[in-house]
Protein backbone atom coordinates (compact mmCIF):
# COMPACT_ATOMS: atom_id res chain seq x y z
CA UNK A 1 0.00 0.00 0.00
CA UNK A 2 1.03 3.31 -0.61
CA UNK A 3 -0.63 7.24 -0.68
CA UNK A 4 -2.30 6.35 -3.30
CA UNK A 5 -3.96 3.56 -1.81
CA UNK A 6 -5.11 5.25 1.38
CA UNK A 7 -8.88 6.11 2.28
CA UNK A 8 -10.72 9.09 1.79
CA UNK A 9 -9.94 12.07 4.43
CA UNK A 10 -12.59 10.57 7.08
CA UNK A 11 -13.25 14.07 8.61
CA UNK A 12 -15.18 14.53 5.13
CA UNK A 13 -18.32 12.40 6.56
CA UNK A 14 -18.48 14.36 9.39
CA UNK A 15 -19.83 17.65 7.23
CA UNK A 16 -23.09 16.41 7.06
CA UNK A 17 -23.68 16.85 10.80
CA UNK A 18 -21.51 19.92 10.84
CA UNK A 19 -24.03 21.21 8.54
CA UNK A 20 -27.20 19.89 10.40
CA UNK A 21 -25.77 21.84 14.24
CA UNK A 22 -25.07 25.06 12.50
CA UNK A 23 -28.71 25.38 11.39
CA UNK A 24 -29.35 26.08 14.99
CA UNK A 25 -30.97 29.03 16.13
CA UNK A 26 -28.00 30.05 18.63
CA UNK A 27 -25.30 28.47 16.55
CA UNK A 28 -22.78 25.83 16.36
CA UNK A 29 -21.07 24.46 18.90
CA UNK A 30 -18.74 23.32 17.40
CA UNK A 31 -16.28 20.39 20.34
CA UNK A 32 -14.89 18.07 16.83
CA UNK A 33 -11.25 19.37 16.44
CA UNK A 34 -8.55 19.97 18.84
CA UNK A 35 -7.74 23.11 16.88
CA UNK A 36 -6.72 25.87 19.82
CA UNK A 37 -8.72 28.82 19.88
CA UNK A 38 -7.13 31.26 22.54
CA UNK A 39 -4.37 34.01 21.60
CA UNK A 40 -0.90 33.02 21.30
CA UNK A 41 1.04 34.28 24.13
CA UNK A 42 2.19 37.77 23.34
CA UNK A 43 5.89 36.99 24.74
CA UNK A 44 5.83 34.25 22.10
CA UNK A 45 4.61 36.45 19.29
CA UNK A 46 7.31 39.23 20.15
CA UNK A 47 9.67 36.53 19.88
CA UNK A 48 8.99 35.53 16.39
CA UNK A 49 8.78 39.22 15.17
CA UNK A 50 12.14 39.96 17.03
CA UNK A 51 13.26 36.93 13.88
CA UNK A 52 11.98 37.73 11.13
CA UNK A 53 15.36 38.48 9.22
CA UNK A 54 15.59 35.21 8.38
CA UNK A 55 17.81 35.63 5.61
CA UNK A 56 19.84 32.25 5.71
CA UNK A 57 18.62 28.66 5.45
CA UNK A 58 17.29 27.32 8.79
CA UNK A 59 19.40 24.47 10.56
CA UNK A 60 17.74 21.28 10.48
CA UNK A 61 19.17 20.43 13.72
CA UNK A 62 18.10 23.26 15.10
CA UNK A 63 19.74 26.74 16.98
CA UNK A 64 21.88 25.94 19.69
CA UNK A 65 19.44 27.84 21.74
CA UNK A 66 16.69 25.74 20.97
CA UNK A 67 18.28 22.47 21.44
CA UNK A 68 19.19 23.85 24.63
CA UNK A 69 16.02 25.07 25.72
CA UNK A 70 14.69 21.80 24.55
CA UNK A 71 16.99 20.11 27.04
CA UNK A 72 16.15 22.31 29.80
CA UNK A 73 12.27 22.03 29.41
CA UNK A 74 12.69 17.80 29.69
CA UNK A 75 14.42 18.80 33.20
CA UNK A 76 12.15 20.74 34.55
CA UNK A 77 9.33 19.63 33.24
CA UNK A 78 9.27 15.97 32.56
CA UNK A 79 11.85 14.82 35.10
CA UNK A 80 14.37 13.92 32.37
CA UNK A 81 17.60 15.16 33.42
CA UNK A 82 20.28 13.39 31.25
CA UNK A 83 19.71 14.88 28.00
CA UNK A 84 22.11 16.65 25.71
CA UNK A 85 21.52 18.52 22.55
CA UNK A 86 22.70 15.40 20.89
CA UNK A 87 19.29 13.75 21.91
CA UNK A 88 16.97 16.38 20.49
CA UNK A 89 15.98 17.98 17.28
CA UNK A 90 13.11 19.96 16.14
CA UNK A 91 9.87 18.96 13.80
CA UNK A 92 7.58 21.22 11.58
CA UNK A 93 5.10 20.40 13.93
CA UNK A 94 3.99 16.61 15.41
CA UNK A 95 1.89 15.40 12.47
CA UNK A 96 4.25 15.10 9.90
CA UNK A 97 7.09 13.56 12.50
CA UNK A 98 4.47 11.03 13.29
CA UNK A 99 3.57 10.30 9.49
CA UNK A 100 6.98 9.66 8.47
CA UNK A 101 8.91 8.19 11.13
CA UNK A 102 8.14 4.92 9.66
CA UNK A 103 9.87 6.76 6.03
CA UNK A 104 12.62 7.91 8.13
CA UNK A 105 13.62 4.80 9.61
CA UNK A 106 14.13 3.31 6.70
CA UNK A 107 10.51 0.77 6.99
CA UNK A 108 8.68 -1.10 4.37
CA UNK A 109 6.96 -3.83 3.70
CA UNK A 110 7.35 -7.04 5.63
CA UNK A 111 8.25 -4.61 8.97
CA UNK A 112 5.68 -4.29 11.52
CA UNK A 113 4.70 -1.02 13.02
CA UNK A 114 2.73 -1.25 16.55
CA UNK A 115 -0.02 1.67 17.72
CA UNK A 116 -2.57 1.90 19.97
CA UNK A 117 -5.91 0.31 19.98
CA UNK A 118 -7.78 3.55 20.34
CA UNK A 119 -5.62 6.07 18.73
CA UNK A 120 -5.12 9.23 16.73
CA UNK A 121 -5.16 8.05 12.72
CA UNK A 122 -1.75 8.83 11.76
CA UNK A 123 -0.15 6.25 13.72
CA UNK A 124 -1.82 3.98 11.51
CA UNK A 125 -1.78 6.32 8.10
CA UNK A 126 2.38 6.11 8.44
CA UNK A 127 2.69 2.40 8.88
CA UNK A 128 0.55 2.15 5.80
CA UNK A 129 2.09 4.52 3.11
CA UNK A 130 5.78 2.74 3.53
CA UNK A 131 3.98 -1.03 2.92
CA UNK A 132 4.80 -1.90 6.68
CA UNK A 133 1.91 -4.03 8.91
CA UNK A 134 0.03 -2.15 10.94
CA UNK A 135 -1.39 -3.90 14.33
CA UNK A 136 -3.45 -2.30 16.75
CA UNK A 137 -2.19 -3.55 20.13
CA UNK A 138 -1.79 -1.76 23.54
CA UNK A 139 -0.66 -4.76 25.44
CA UNK A 140 3.26 -4.94 25.31
CA UNK A 141 3.13 -8.99 25.59
CA UNK A 142 0.84 -9.37 22.60
CA UNK A 143 3.40 -6.94 20.57
CA UNK A 144 3.89 -8.81 17.66
CA UNK A 145 7.60 -10.58 16.45
CA UNK A 146 9.40 -8.46 13.54
CA UNK A 147 8.15 -5.28 14.73
CA UNK A 148 10.16 -2.27 13.78
CA UNK A 149 8.12 0.75 15.76
CA UNK A 150 5.82 0.79 18.58
CA UNK A 151 3.91 3.90 18.78
CA UNK A 152 2.15 4.53 22.25
CA UNK A 153 0.13 8.04 23.06
CA UNK A 154 0.35 9.40 26.59
CA UNK A 155 -1.93 11.19 27.89
CA UNK A 156 -3.89 9.83 24.32
CA UNK A 157 -5.85 10.99 21.68
CA UNK A 158 -8.50 10.78 22.10
CA UNK A 159 -9.59 8.56 25.58
CA UNK A 160 -6.86 10.54 27.66
CA UNK A 161 -5.15 7.17 29.03
CA UNK A 162 -1.99 7.74 30.41
CA UNK A 163 0.70 5.56 31.16
CA UNK A 164 2.56 5.23 34.66
CA UNK A 165 6.57 5.04 35.26
CA UNK A 166 5.55 0.91 35.71
CA UNK A 167 3.86 0.40 32.37
CA UNK A 168 6.39 2.18 30.83
CA UNK A 169 9.11 0.26 31.85
CA UNK A 170 7.24 -2.68 30.86
CA UNK A 171 6.72 -1.32 27.44
CA UNK A 172 10.37 -0.49 27.48
CA UNK A 173 11.62 -3.77 28.20
CA UNK A 174 9.49 -5.33 25.20
CA UNK A 175 10.14 -3.09 22.62
CA UNK A 176 14.11 -4.20 23.45
CA UNK A 177 12.97 -7.54 23.53
CA UNK A 178 11.89 -7.22 19.59
CA UNK A 179 14.53 -4.86 18.74
CA UNK A 180 11.95 -1.74 18.23
CA UNK A 181 12.29 1.59 18.12
CA UNK A 182 9.23 2.68 21.43
CA UNK A 183 8.33 5.99 19.62
CA UNK A 184 6.38 7.62 23.03
CA UNK A 185 3.60 10.81 21.73
CA UNK A 186 3.50 12.79 24.75
CA UNK A 187 2.18 16.20 23.82
CA UNK A 188 -0.89 16.60 25.70
CA UNK A 189 1.52 15.91 29.50
CA UNK A 190 0.88 19.21 30.62
CA UNK A 191 -2.72 18.77 30.68
CA UNK A 192 -2.91 15.96 33.67
CA UNK A 193 -6.85 16.27 35.10
CA UNK A 194 -7.95 13.75 37.72
CA UNK A 195 -6.38 10.93 40.13
CA UNK A 196 -3.21 10.59 40.68
CA UNK A 197 -2.39 13.02 37.17
CA UNK A 198 -4.10 16.00 39.43
CA UNK A 199 -1.40 15.55 41.55
CA UNK A 200 1.76 14.64 39.55
CA UNK A 201 3.30 15.05 36.25
CA UNK A 202 2.80 12.86 33.82
CA UNK A 203 5.75 11.14 33.00
CA UNK A 204 7.57 10.81 30.12
CA UNK A 205 8.99 7.33 28.58
CA UNK A 206 12.76 8.78 29.02
CA UNK A 207 11.98 9.04 32.66
CA UNK A 208 15.10 7.33 34.40
CA UNK A 209 12.43 5.41 36.31
CA UNK A 210 11.01 3.86 32.96
CA UNK A 211 14.45 3.81 30.82
CA UNK A 212 16.67 1.53 33.55
CA UNK A 213 19.92 3.73 32.64
CA UNK A 214 19.37 3.89 28.66
CA UNK A 215 17.97 5.72 25.97
CA UNK A 216 18.59 2.93 23.28
CA UNK A 217 15.62 2.81 20.78
CA UNK A 218 13.53 5.13 22.96
CA UNK A 219 12.15 8.83 21.39
CA UNK A 220 9.69 10.85 23.19
CA UNK A 221 7.43 13.24 20.58
CA UNK A 222 6.00 16.77 21.72
CA UNK A 223 4.23 19.55 20.32
CA UNK A 224 3.66 23.32 21.50
CA UNK A 225 0.55 23.88 19.73
CA UNK A 226 -1.79 22.85 22.54
CA UNK A 227 0.34 24.19 25.93
CA UNK A 228 1.36 27.35 23.99
CA UNK A 229 -1.10 27.77 21.12
CA UNK A 230 1.13 27.32 18.05
CA UNK A 231 -0.48 24.98 15.80
CA UNK A 232 -0.12 27.32 13.70
CA UNK A 233 3.69 27.81 13.77
CA UNK A 234 4.02 23.84 13.15
CA UNK A 235 6.63 23.85 16.63
CA UNK A 236 7.45 20.61 17.97
CA UNK A 237 10.08 18.11 18.66
CA UNK A 238 11.91 14.80 19.03
CA UNK A 239 14.33 13.80 21.71
CA UNK A 240 15.86 10.38 23.24
CA UNK A 241 18.44 7.89 21.43
CA UNK A 242 21.20 9.76 20.28
CA UNK A 243 21.65 6.96 17.48
CA UNK A 244 17.91 6.95 16.49
CA UNK A 245 18.45 10.91 16.48
CA UNK A 246 21.04 11.25 14.89
CA UNK A 247 19.65 8.84 11.92
CA UNK A 248 16.46 10.82 11.51
CA UNK A 249 18.68 14.04 11.43
CA UNK A 250 20.33 13.02 8.59
CA UNK A 251 17.47 11.65 6.62
CA UNK A 252 15.63 15.40 7.86
CA UNK A 253 19.03 17.07 6.13
CA UNK A 254 18.38 15.60 2.94
CA UNK A 255 14.76 16.03 2.65
CA UNK A 256 15.05 19.44 3.99
CA UNK A 257 12.60 18.86 6.75
CA UNK A 258 13.72 22.54 8.69
CA UNK A 259 11.74 24.58 11.22
CA UNK A 260 11.69 28.09 9.72
CA UNK A 261 14.33 30.14 11.90
CA UNK A 262 11.87 32.25 13.26
CA UNK A 263 9.98 29.49 14.81
CA UNK A 264 12.97 28.20 16.08
CA UNK A 265 13.45 31.56 17.96
CA UNK A 266 9.73 31.43 19.09
CA UNK A 267 9.79 27.91 20.48
CA UNK A 268 13.56 28.25 22.33
CA UNK A 269 11.44 31.26 24.43
CA UNK A 270 7.80 29.72 24.53
CA UNK A 271 9.91 26.66 26.66
CA UNK A 272 11.68 28.75 28.61
CA UNK A 273 8.26 30.75 30.08
CA UNK A 274 5.96 28.14 31.77
CA UNK A 275 3.56 31.13 33.03
CA UNK A 276 1.75 30.84 29.77
CA UNK A 277 1.23 27.42 30.02
CA UNK A 278 -0.20 26.96 33.64
CA UNK A 279 -2.48 30.48 32.40
CA UNK A 280 -3.56 27.81 29.06
CA UNK A 281 -4.15 24.85 31.66
CA UNK A 282 -6.54 26.93 33.35
CA UNK A 283 -8.62 28.21 30.44
CA UNK A 284 -8.83 24.35 29.54
CA UNK A 285 -9.58 23.54 32.84
CA UNK A 286 -12.71 26.20 33.34
CA UNK A 287 -14.23 24.08 29.58
CA UNK A 288 -13.64 21.00 31.40
CA UNK A 289 -15.45 21.74 34.75
CA UNK A 290 -18.30 22.92 32.16
CA UNK A 291 -18.90 20.68 29.87
CA UNK A 292 -18.08 17.15 31.91
CA UNK A 293 -20.67 17.78 34.27
CA UNK A 294 -23.89 18.77 31.21
CA UNK A 295 -22.34 15.71 29.35
CA UNK A 296 -23.23 13.33 32.75
CA UNK A 297 -26.14 14.76 33.32
CA UNK A 298 -27.77 14.66 29.86
CA UNK A 299 -26.90 10.30 29.60
CA UNK A 300 -23.76 10.32 28.59
CA UNK A 301 -20.87 8.24 30.48
CA UNK A 302 -17.00 9.61 30.57
CA UNK A 303 -14.42 6.97 29.93
CA UNK A 304 -10.36 7.51 30.88
CA UNK A 305 -10.35 11.16 30.14
CA UNK A 306 -7.91 11.89 33.12
CA UNK A 307 -5.80 13.87 31.06
CA UNK A 308 -5.45 14.96 27.58
CA UNK A 309 -7.82 17.84 25.52
CA UNK A 310 -10.49 15.73 25.72
CA UNK A 311 -13.45 14.44 26.90
CA UNK A 312 -14.08 10.78 25.51
CA UNK A 313 -17.82 9.91 25.88
CA UNK A 314 -20.31 7.53 25.47
CA UNK A 315 -24.50 6.30 25.33
CA UNK A 316 -24.01 2.90 24.98
CA UNK A 317 -25.04 3.17 21.27
CA UNK A 318 -23.80 3.49 18.11
CA UNK A 319 -21.36 6.99 17.84
CA UNK A 320 -23.46 7.90 14.88
CA UNK A 321 -26.43 7.78 16.87
CA UNK A 322 -25.01 9.98 19.30
CA UNK A 323 -23.51 12.22 16.74
CA UNK A 324 -27.59 12.62 15.65
CA UNK A 325 -27.93 13.71 19.07
CA UNK A 326 -25.86 16.37 19.53
CA UNK A 327 -26.11 18.01 16.04
CA UNK A 328 -29.71 18.09 16.36
CA UNK A 329 -28.78 20.48 19.80
CA UNK A 330 -26.23 21.74 17.71
CA UNK A 331 -23.21 20.50 18.96
CA UNK A 332 -20.86 18.66 16.44
CA UNK A 333 -18.04 16.17 18.44
CA UNK A 334 -15.71 13.84 16.85
CA UNK A 335 -16.95 10.26 15.86
CA UNK A 336 -15.19 7.47 17.68
CA UNK A 337 -15.08 5.08 14.94
CA UNK A 338 -12.36 7.55 13.38
CA UNK A 339 -10.16 6.29 16.03
CA UNK A 340 -10.29 2.63 15.54
CA UNK A 341 -12.53 -0.69 15.70
CA UNK A 342 -12.96 -0.20 19.63
CA UNK A 343 -14.63 3.36 19.59
CA UNK A 344 -17.81 2.31 17.95
CA UNK A 345 -19.92 3.91 20.39
CA UNK A 346 -17.65 6.71 21.94
CA UNK A 347 -17.35 10.28 20.45
CA UNK A 348 -14.86 13.01 21.33
CA UNK A 349 -15.55 16.41 22.73
CA UNK A 350 -12.22 18.97 22.39
CA UNK A 351 -11.83 21.56 24.96
CA UNK A 352 -10.82 23.88 22.53
CA UNK A 353 -13.99 25.93 22.15
CA UNK A 354 -14.28 29.47 23.65
CA UNK A 355 -15.73 28.98 27.04
CA UNK A 356 -18.76 30.66 26.02
CA UNK A 357 -19.19 28.17 23.32
CA UNK A 358 -18.79 25.85 25.87
CA UNK A 359 -21.07 27.23 28.36
CA UNK A 360 -23.94 27.41 25.28
CA UNK A 361 -23.47 23.52 24.74
CA UNK A 362 -23.81 22.54 28.35
CA UNK A 363 -26.93 24.37 28.60
CA UNK A 364 -28.18 22.70 25.97
CA UNK A 365 -27.36 19.40 27.06
CA UNK A 366 -28.85 20.45 30.45
CA UNK A 367 -32.54 21.02 29.00
CA UNK A 368 -31.99 18.48 26.65
CA UNK A 369 -33.23 20.97 23.78
CA UNK A 370 -33.29 23.74 21.84
Excluded at 91 to 110: D, F, N, Q, R, Y
Excluded at 344 to 370: F, M, Y
Amino acid sequence: MGVRDLADYPWDAVVPYRERAAQHPLGLVDLSIGSPVDPTPEIIRRALAEATDAHAYPQTVGTPALREAIVDWYARRRGVTDLTVDNVLPTIGSKELVALLPTLLGLGAGDTVVFPRVAYPTYEVGARVVGATAVAEDDPAAWPEGTKLIWINTPGNPDGRTWTVDELAVAVRRARELGAVLASDECYAELGWDGRWAAEPVPSVLDPRATGGSRQGLLSVYSLSKQSNLAGYRAAFVAGCARVVGDLLTARKHLGLMPPAPVQHAMAVALGDDTHVAAQKELYRARRDVLRPALEASGFRIDGSEAGLYLWVTEGKDAWESMDRLADLGILAGPGPFYGADAAEHVRLSLTAPLERVTEGARRLHTGNL
